[in-house]
């Protein structure tokens, strides 16, 4: 077993990263590299790892809860209709990131998404999945900040006009959404 992989006080041998805090650790063992299909799911995703730029993941997940509220459950079509006031009263909100750029761009995705058929989002994010791997990576430095798919990812957002979604954002959305599975050998997660 590598030092990539602790195991915990429940004897569970997990990825490093997630042996130290409970939430990390639940986040791992539930949700990190599980497939996520909907395109609501999807979106909030995109805006989760769009308001993580900069920031620590574990930042985000504190907050999402707060996030969901006051983000409408990340209901595109409700997103979508937030408009100026909402944008002022987001940014008082310490609850959440209270980055204006981020918050505009949230709402601007919202849009994009509640214009799409359903489905539409889920079909188009999933088809720059790769191939899965033959094995699991060994260390975390065997893991990738970007990949072609996430950069073919990005690219093809941004000419639909989605902003924050850069191909390292698009690499972590590939790896929390489970397009592919970064967990590390000796993880109980990687089989």
């Given at each position: 077993?590598?030092?990539?992989?602790?195991?915990?006080?429940?004897?569970?041998?997990?990825?490093?990263?997630?042996?130290?805090?409970?939430?990390?650790?639940?986040?791992?063992?539930?949700?990190?590299?599980?497939?996520?299909?909907?395109?609501?799911?999807?979106?909030?995703?995109?805006?989760?790892?769009?308001?993580?730029?900069?920031?620590?993941?574990?930042?985000?997940?504190?907050?999402?809860?707060?996030?969901?509220?006051?983000?409408?459950?990340f209901e595109p079509e409700r997103v979508a209709a937030f408009g100026p006031d909402d944008v002022e009263r987001l940014m008082q909100d310490?609850?959440?990131?209270?980055?204006?750029?981020?918050?505009?761009?949230?709402?601007?995705n919202a849009r994009l998404v509640a214009g799409m058929a359903d489905g539409e989002l889920d079909a188009l994010m999933w088809s720059f999945?790769?191939?899965?791997?033959?094995?699991?990576?060994?260390?975390?430095?065997?893991?990738?900040?970007?990949?072609?798919?996430?950069?073919?990812?990005?690219?093809?957002?941004?000419?639909?006009?989605?902003?924050?979604?850069?191909?390292?954002?698009?690499?972590?959305?590939?790896?929390?959404?489970?397009?592919?599975?970064?967990?590390?050998?000796?993880?109980?997660?990687?089989?």
């Amino acid at each position: 077993m590598t030092t990539e992989v602790r195991t915990g006080a429940d004897g569970v041998a997990r990825c490093a990263w997630a042996a130290d805090d409970a939430e990390y650790l639940r986040y791992h063992d539930e949700e990190w590299g599980v497939p996520l299909h909907g395109d609501r799911a999807l979106f909030e995703k995109m805006s989760l790892e769009g308001f993580q730029a900069g920031l620590s993941w574990i930042t985000i997940l504190r907050k999402r809860p707060r996030f969901r509220e006051v983000f409408a459950g990340f209901e595109p079509e409700r997103v979508a209709a937030f408009g100026p006031d909402d944008v002022e009263r987001l940014m008082q909100d310490a609850g959440i990131i209270r980055n204006r750029a981020k918050i505009e761009a949230t709402i601007s995705n919202a849009r994009l998404v509640a214009g799409m058929a359903d489905g539409e989002l889920d079909a188009l994010m999933w088809s720059f999945a790769p191939a899965p791997r033959p094995r699991h990576p060994v260390s975390f430095a065997d893991v990738p900040a970007v990949t072609p798919e996430s950069t073919a990812m990005s690219k093809a957002l941004r000419a639909r006009g989605f902003r924050f979604v850069g191909p390292t954002t698009m690499y972590a959305l590939m790896q929390s959404a489970g397009m592919v599975d970064d967990h590390v050998e000796g993880c109980w997660r990687a089989g």
